[in-house]
């Protein structure tokens, strides 16, 4: 068992809210999840298609649903969020602001709304997108499918302007399966001229959601998933409709991460299998019972696991958003694990942290084993080598971004001791309430 106790960080003095951990207690009891972050946005982006009223159901109260409203609302639609129901209206009569000026705060959705917006007005602004700060995240395919679309985009300083037109259709191929662009040619497309057939589609269970709000307001898409293919036959006309929001899939690893790495007992209710299959095979893997019931799925841990090889990769793959819950883990395996990360290549800068906890971890620039992926020549510290078991102890530590912030909580869980999380914000993104529902799992976390 190696051992090396947290460290003192000082930046915990940073303003904005923290998370105090006190860890080392199993989490036991049941969970539902909430509507998919990923999901949700899209979605009300769609709504701006139509100038009549649509209801999106099972939305997750999460700053980034509060962004996507002020976006719509910049524009010109009314918005209802009834937070009880967790339900939100959207009707749009008439775009009235096809700029949208500078957000509150910032996320990568502006850019989904310029498909939209175009059709509506002809032409459209939207600011450079935010995110997290886990690799370059340019949006070159958006923009060059947009291109062939018949849309002039135009960088400025601080925003995308966008002219067009006639939108029409054309054949697209991506040179990687991007999740946004393929969203944004799915949203641009349902009302071109003509057809319009993605090749080397990302086919992720979010983008169907879309895929389904948009059949169910009269675009013709065809969906072929296991080709990489979508196809969208141009309307005239997208009219209302009502969709509920699939259940959020990285919350359910989540969850069911902190059930194994705490070594509790939880049923994650709402967690369906088939957006899970991956990682359901490598939580088998390493010896964690998992158990599939109606509504959900049980997860219970135990002391020790087994190492794992980990490549992430695009839906049907082991996503990206779930490698930083699952380091956690790992170091509670006995022998050494990898992961190599293929979609963006700076995402294990969270690790300098669980390595101040206590983990045996080395971050590498070399596709450790696994073939060379496309961050092979630039040098990016895109591997992880873990060496397991350790014992994990609470230190003042610092989220980052999102998942990486799941990962510190998880970590926290997990270790002896108190730990003082900053950078709550991030979380607050993605996870609706988070410490209140972890809490009801018996966590001993506070809000301060
Ligand atoms: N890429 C390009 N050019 C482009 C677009 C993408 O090079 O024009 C590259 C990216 O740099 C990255 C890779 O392609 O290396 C994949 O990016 P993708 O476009 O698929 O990601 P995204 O749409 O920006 C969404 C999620 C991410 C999730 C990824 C992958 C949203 C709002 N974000 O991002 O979620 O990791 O797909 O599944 O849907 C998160 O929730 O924490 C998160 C980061």
């Known amino acids: 068992m190696f051992e090396n106790k947290g460290l003192l960080r000082y930046d915990i003095f940073m303003s904005g809210d923290k998370f105090i951990i006190r860890g080392g207690r199993p ?41 996507t409203v002020e976006l719509c609302e910049k524009i010109g639609s009314r918005v209802l969020l009834d937070r009880e129901a967790h339900t939100v209206k959207i009707h749009t009569p008439e775009v009235l602001h096809p700029i949208v000026p500078e957000l509150s705060r910032k ?17 459209a602004e939207v600011p450079v997108l935010g995110g997290c700060p886990i690799g370059h995240r340019p949006i070159n395919f958006h923009i ?9 985009v135009r960088r400025k300083e601080q925003s995308y302007f966008a002219e067009a037109g006639e ?25 071109a001229q003509g057809r319009t057939t993605i090749k080397n589609a990302a086919v992720e269970p979010e983008i169907y959601n879309l895929v389904e709000m948009l059949r169910l307001m009269g675009a013709k898409i065809l ?8 196809e969208i036959d141009g309307v005239n006309k997208l009219h209302g409709a009502s969709v509920s929001v699939i259940p959020d899939r990285n919350e359910a ?42 509504g959900g799925i049980i997860f219970k841990g135990k002391d020790q696991y087994r190492p794992l090889r ?5 839906h049907p793959g082991f996503m990206t958003d779930w490698q930083q819950p699952i380091c956690v883990l790992l170091t509670r395996a006995d022998g050494e694990s990898i992961i190599h990360e293929t979609v963006y290549e700076d995402r294990f800068g969270y690790t300098a942290d669980l390595i101040r906890m206590g983990a045996y971890i080395e971050i590498s620039g070399e596709c450790l084993g696994f073939s060379p992926c496309r961050f092979a020549s630039q040098a990016a510290n895109h591997s992880v080598r873990i060496r397991g078991p350790v014992k994990l102890y609470g230190a003042a530590i610092a989220m980052t971004d999102i998942r990486a912030g799941m990962a510190h909580i998880i970590a926290a869980l997990a270790a002896e001791g108190e730990s ?18 972890l809490g009801r799992l018996g966590a001993d976390i506070k809000r301060i």
């Open 107 to 123: 996320n990568r959705i502006p850019v989904l709304a310029l498909g939209p917006l175009l059709h509506r007005s002809g032409y």
């Open 310 to 314: 980990i490549e992430t990769s695009p």
């Open 27 to 67: 989490l036991a009891g049941e969970i539902e999840i909430r509507g998919s972050k990923n999901a949700v946005t899209k979605l009300m982006i769609a709504s701006l298609l139509t100038d009549e009223p649509c209801v999106i159901e099972n939305v997750p109260l999460t700053h980034d649903t509060d962004i």
């Open 420 to 437: 003082i999380i900053t950078g709550v914000e991030h979380i607050d993104r993605g996870y609706e309430k988070i410490e209140e529902r």
């Open 144 to 152: 060059e499918a947009f291109e062939k679309m018949g849309v002039e």
């Open 167 to 191: 939108i029409h259709g054309a054949e697209i191929e991506f040179p990687f399966p991007s999740v946004g662009a393929t969203e944004n040619v799915i949203l641009a497309a349902t009302l």
């Open 253 to 294: 690893v989540s969850f069911a991460t902190a059930a194994l790495a705490t070594g509790g007992e939880v049923w994650v209710r709402g967690a369906r299998k088939e957006h899970l299959k991956s990682f359901l095979a490598k939580a088998d893997e390493m010896g964690g019972f998992v158990s599939l019931t109606d």
């Open 223 to 230: 969906w072929k998933p296991e080709e990489r293919v979508v």
